[in-house]
């Protein structure tokens, strides 16, 4: 389900792991493993608040049950779809990007399966996020995509990667993030639908335009970096 094996910690273990990896990450932001950690360690509370709201809700109690993975063997018929639609978007996103669906690290530091499954979720619709909010992959759109799944999830781990980010701005950087881009993503954060409740791969062959709409998608705004 989450492949690799998960590791119980104690308390102690559980903060030190914590602390080694936001070191870790404010050196490199690139180590994708020791964010991943970081959120983990640190978001347990969060992972449980969402696993609640996706049992009450229809298609998040779908999601629960079936378990599906992001990953290339279940997502690869989106290259193949019409260009307008949704799959075809994230198609698109993925591809000029030289992006895997499988790159994502595994769950190691959740305690029960369904956080784990929960973690793994969060993690593997991110890039769903950039498509619908057509947000770069640059410093700018990741700490503007973090706002909005710190709004959706309360992790965090989000917001420490915003203030991460943040502070690796040069001052044109830091001018656009908070004139343009921080308040759309308050914005965009708070009207959109509980995004992880969202079954995102039954959703591949609509039109675009049409999911964002039904799922209060603001995109991003257009301003040169």
Request: glycine fraction near 6%; charged fraction near 25%.
């Amino acid at each position: 389900m989450v492949e690799g094996a998960r590791v119980r910690l104690r308390g102690w273990q559980q903060a030190a792991v914590a602390l080694g990896s936001a070191v870790g990450a404010l050196v490199d932001p690139r180590r994708a493993d020791l964010i991943a950690a970081l959120g983990e360690t640190t978001g347990k509370p969060a992972f449980e608040r969402v696993l609640e709201r996706m049992k009450r809700n229809p298609e998040g109690r779908e999601i629960l049950l079936d378990r599906p993975r992001v990953i290339s063997s279940n997502v690869g018929h989106a290259w193949d779809l019409p260009a307008n639609t949704f799959g075809a978007a994230y198609a698109k996103f993925m591809g000029s990007r030289n992006f895997s669906p499988d790159d994502r690290p595994p769950v190691r530091f959740m305690e029960t399966d369904e956080l784990a499954y929960v973690a793994m979720r969060a993690r593997e619709v991110h890039d769903f996020w950039h498509t619908l909010f057509d947000l770069p992959t640059n410093l700018i759109g990741e700490s503007a995509l973090k706002v909005i799944e710190f709004e959706q999830m309360l992790l965090p781990m989000c917001f420490l990667s915003v203030i991460g980010g943040t502070a690796r701005f040069n001052d044109k950087q830091r001018s656009l993030f908070y004139k343009h881009y921080f308040p759309w993503a308050v914005q965009a954060g708070m009207k959109s639908t509980d995004l992880m409740c969202v079954y995102y791969e039954k959703h591949f062959h609509e039109d675009l335009e049409v999911v964002r709409q039904r799922w209060g998608i603001i995109p991003a705004p257009s301003v040169q970096q």
